[in-house]
């Protein structure tokens, strides 16, 4: 069979995208996830159904890609949590609903992708969200995932003193992180409801199972997609090669989308011969488009923490529906707004045991990890990227991708910056019943900028936010990858819609709500082919 469109990747953009694009009964779609699917609510796992656990983020987890990735010189490779399941990274994430900031996409529009300034993509944001706390002109009541900020449960201690901390340094209270408005302290947004994980898999998908013109199939990993010579003269897109319990085959469609990830999804334009010439021809695949930028500008967050001893009898963790707050604001001397994040946790919990290199990622020295707590210090406009590249022409083999964490000089400056403003916030008086003393950093390397950067570089962890690897941008950018409207150029009848057509990752310190977005902002432009 052949049909209209194959969206390859199960995420939450490609179950948006396949979703909506299923809506027009005279649109096949085919939706091609690699691993497990669960059509039925009702027997989805707890790893993934209950968002107040972390085991689909272990390395032994079926729900996991389990990737290996370098993120600094010092530390080497380390394990990397990528979605593999239905639902993608949103069926294994912490439930952030954190949009980018208007900020974010005017930048994206100054940079020749007008279809993207934020009073161009407001409308998506909304069109995806059902807000049940707040609305008005910024927020949607009638979408499919629901967003809501944990606001009636007992603060932790920890939680309330670093509030009254921020409030005290300065920073206003903000009502609405997801407003025009978002510096200061606030509530972050969820997509969890009574506990339960509600990925894009439920609210966008699940609805639309029973179409006749839906098809999603688990279990299905894609190799390449299929081009032929085109009327235009440029290659087309008309299928993909797969594999499924080991049986290799081939499925036709008149386009497909690519909406696998960052790291996915441009592994899959090199092995089908799509990127920069020379390193295609290093593993021996015939060029179809020689596209210079797949695979560089990767982009995510980076976190360093500054853990310390909570006093006897503090409470560490809130009742299930406590808040959790964020603090947004500018780095001292930044040439960007709210370039930064501050947030409040435990170090760990039996939750996190499974999860690979915990404990030593957050050193907590002679102190019970039960008693010891952190304040994350997240760049949330790095300036320095990374890259992907192929490892090898077998699609089995992960790509090679490396962050390059904190080596340009103004990420260091800034994290230097927000590293210190964490450990001055626990010598507040709001911390006074909470904090008993700081573990890392100490103070010789703490007032010490070359050593602050060292350590920095050893400990620095890493969100799951990896964007940037397919970048759309203007004619005249030839390290664009796709247009803005997502046409991988060069080729006809190929998209990419996930996040690593974003030209920057949103400086928000989250990326899930913006990834459903672009799935969002692309359907049309897909379905009108």
């Known amino acids: 069979m052949k049909y209209d469109v194959i969206v ?40 993934i159904k209950f968002g107040g656990t972390r085991y689909a983020e272990a390395q032994d987890s079926i729900h996991n890609w389990a990737l290996r990735g370098t ?25 952030a609903m954190q949009r980018g900031f208007p900020e974010d ?59 009254d901390a921020c409030l005290a340094e300065g920073y206003g209270a903000v009502e609405d992180t997801n407003g025009p408005n978002p510096t200061g302290v606030g509530v972050s947004p969820t997509n969890n409801l009574g506990g339960i994980r ?47 319990g080991g049986e290799i085959f081939t499925v036709a469609a008149d386009r497909v989308v690519l909406s696998s990830g960052a790291i996915r999804s441009p592994q899959l334009l090199l092995l089908s011969g799509v990127g920069p010439r020379d390193h295609l021809q290093q593993f021996g695949i015939p060029v179809i488009h020689d ?8 982009w995510n967050h980076l976190s360093v923490h500054v853990t310390y001893k909570v006093k006897d009898g503090k409470t560490l963790v809130g009742d299930l529906d406590a808040p959790h707050f964020g603090l947004h604001y500018s780095a001292e001397g930044s ?20 999860v690979a290199g915990i404990r030593t990622r957050y050193n907590t020295g002679d102190v019970p990890p039960d008693r010891a707590a952190r304040i994350s210090c997240t760049l949330g406009l790095p300036d320095g990227s990374g890259f992907v590249r192929l490892a090898s022409s077998d699609p089995s083999v992960q790509p090679e991708f490396n962050y390059q964490y904190l080596h340009h000089p103004n990420d260091a400056r800034r994290i230097r910056d927000g ?19 700081r573990i890392n950093p100490p103070d010789e390397i703490l007032n010490d900028d070359d050593a602050l950067d060292l350590w920095a570089r050893q400990t620095v962890g890493t969100a799951r936010h990896v964007s940037g690897t397919c970048r759309m ?45 672009v799935a969002e902002r692309v359907v049309d432009w897909v379905a009108a082919g």
């Open 198 to 244: 509600m990925s894009a898999a439920l609210t966008h998908l699940g609805p639309m199972r029973h179409r006749l013109n839906l098809t999603v199939r688990g279990n299905v990993y894609v190799r390449r997609v299929l081009f032929e010579d085109g009327s235009t003269g440029s290659p087309r897109a008309v299928g993909v090669e797969a594999e499924s």
């Open 71 to 95: 993120i600094t010189p010092e530390q080497g490779e380390i394990h990397v949590a990528q979605g593999k399941v239905i639902g993608g990274g949103s069926s294994i994430n912490g439930q």
């Open 105 to 163: 996409f005017d930048d994206w529009a100054a940079r020749g992708n007008d279809e993207w300034s934020y009073a161009k993509i407001l409308p998506f944001y909304r069109k995806m969200e059902r807000d049940l706390d707040i609305q008005d002109d910024y927020h949607g009541a009638d979408g499919p995932m629901p967003v809501r900020r944990r606001q009636s449960g007992t603060w932790a201690d920890i939680q309330k003193a670093f509030y």
């Open 335 to 354: 040439e960007y707004t709210n370039d930064m994040v501050l947030r409040s946790s435990t170090v760990v919990d039996e939750r996190e045991e499974k």
């Open 419 to 437: 590293l210190r403003k964490g450990a001055r916030l626990l010598e507040s008086d709001a911390f006074k019943d909470v904090f008993d003393f």
């Open 473 to 517: 941008g203007p004619d005249g950018d030839g390290m664009a990858v796709v247009d803005q409207y997502c046409r991988v150029r060069g080729v006809d009848g190929l998209w990419v819609a996930d996040a690593s057509v974003m030209p920057r990752v949103p400086r928000s310190g989250g990326i899930h709500p913006t990834v459903i977005m």
């Open 291 to 298: 596209s210079p930028g797949v695979g560089q500008g990767l």
């Open 8 to 47: 390859v990747g199960g995420g939450a953009a490609g179950s948006t995208l396949a979703a909506r694009l299923a809506e027009d009964i005279n649109t096949s779609v085919l939706l091609l996830e690699a691993g497990n699917d669960y059509p039925d609510p009702a027997v989805l796992p707890d790893d």
